[in-house]
């Protein structure tokens, strides 16, 4: 890959960062990517190779190209990490075999500080955390304090009036949070265009590339972790990747890996202003001014029974209801692999707090998700809570491929 004609242009009051990025191993059209910001935050876009690097590197390496040579200077820092982000995807990943090659030359300049701290702001009950625990943590003269959010259209939501919608209820929360809402742009997406892989390997270091892209005007960016320590996994944002992404003059911040989604809601629930603006929900569709939440889908009801177990769903507007029932729950409640924590977390403070009714929904539904119905699944059930899987890690130690 050839990241080539790098440059910042100012246009009226827009101010946008570009490259043309050139295949070389994949069949690929040549395309250009942009990061842009307008009005007061115009100023805020910088010109930052590192930002296109990191937008670039992921799609890359899924591609196959085994270099990305930049048509500019990179920070040493950063191109030493990058070595660190290959390595780890070669490790997680059984389609990333090739080693990935940085050539460009070695920048020797670096900013100057004083420039803000910021976080990247969806109003998800991640960044929401993110934000209330840096208020309850640093004093506001802290450097570590955060002054911006960055809000980001064209990622997650595409649609001008939804992406308007969010703003306005975002705004809510930035001024009771004494933040500055950020809003930039990007067609980053344009490199590979998949959700799935955005997921598995693509959303921190997309956000990475839109931290460079305006580093005239921060100097760290937080990125809220959706999973806490004991749930770690190869994952799209990850403690070993994101903050790898870091360089002398811009540093990424992992926020939020000690605390749980459940300890996370907790958190939120004694901020009014959060919990009312709350949006998980991507059926982007359905918004409208004042509701983002469709109440249905599986991250609305993930998030409302973590609020309903914290104590908190009946102190919320944001979603269509303030309690739940097992008439509306059940036939809705559908869990897999990778969200199993959530619902596993809350089943046993659904009981202290009286709703054994729900408990008992939730339970059922992740029985199914983990296999544990009829008697092979009894049996499985059995060997997780009592032997700890002794059972399944010998059947996996003595037969083929770990298959009775």
């Not at 109440?295 to 507007?317: I, P, Q, S, V």
Request: proline share 5%; aromatic share 8%.
């Amino acid at each position: 890959m050839r990241i080539e004609q790098i440059k910042q242009e100012r246009v009226a009051n827009r101010s946008r960062l570009t490259a043309h990025v050139v295949w070389e191993e994949s069949q690929q059209a040549p395309c250009d990517v942009y990061f842009e910001a307008e009005g007061e935050f115009a100023d805020a876009i910088s010109y930052s190779p590192e930002a296109i690097v990191s937008a670039a590197l992921s799609p890359a390496l899924w591609a196959g190209e085994r270099r990305i040579s930049v048509e500019g200077e990179l920070c040493p820092e950063f191109r030493d990490n990058i070595a660190v982000v290959t390595k780890t995807f070669q490790h997680w990943f059984p389609q990333v075999s090739q080693t990935m090659a940085i050539e460009a030359n070695r920048r020797a300049s670096a900013r100057n500080s004083g420039r803000r701290s910021a976080f990247f702001f969806t109003g998800g009950v991640d960044s929401l955390t993110a934000l209330r625990a840096n208020r309850l943590n640093f004093p506001a003269d802290h450097p570590g304090s955060v002054k911006d959010g960055i809000i980001v259209f064209n990622l997650e939501v595409e649609d001008p009036q939804a992406f308007q919608y969010a703003l306005k209820a975002l705004s809510l929360i930035a001024e009771d949070a004494e933040v500055t809402l950020v809003p930039v742009s990007t067609n980053l997406r344009v490199l590979k265009d998949d959700w799935k892989f955005w997921w598995t390997a693509h959303m921190g270091p997309a956000l990475c590339g839109i931290a460079h892209a305006l580093s005239r005007r921060i100097g760290s960016a937080i990125i809220g972790s959706d999973y806490d320590v004991p749930n770690m996994r190869p994952h799209g944002s990850h403690p070993l990747v994101d903050p790898y992404f870091s360089s002398f003059d811009l540093k990424i911040r992992y926020d939020g890996t000690a605390l749980s989604r459940l300890d996370k809601l907790r958190l939120l629930a004694g901020w009014k202003v959060g919990l009312d603006n709350l949006r998980v929900c991507n059926k982007q569709e359905q918004y409208q001014p004042g509701r983002f939440n469709c109440g249905e889908c599986e991250k609305c009801l993930r998030t409302t029974l973590g609020l309903l177990a914290a104590d908190a769903l009946n102190k919320t507007t944001a979603f269509p209801y303030q309690d739940l029932s097992v008439e509306f729950l059940a036939p809705r409640i559908a869990i897999w692999k990778t969200v199993q924590p959530f619902y596993e977390e809350v089943v046993e403070p659904l009981r202290t707090i009286g709703r054994n009714d729900i408990a008992q929904v939730v339970e059922r539904a992740l029985e199914g998700a983990r296999g544990e119905t009829g008697l092979r699944g009894r049996i499985r059930k059995f060997d997780r809570v009592h032997l700890n899987g002794g059972l399944d890690a010998l059947k996996r130690a003595i037969l083929p491929n770990g298959k009775a």
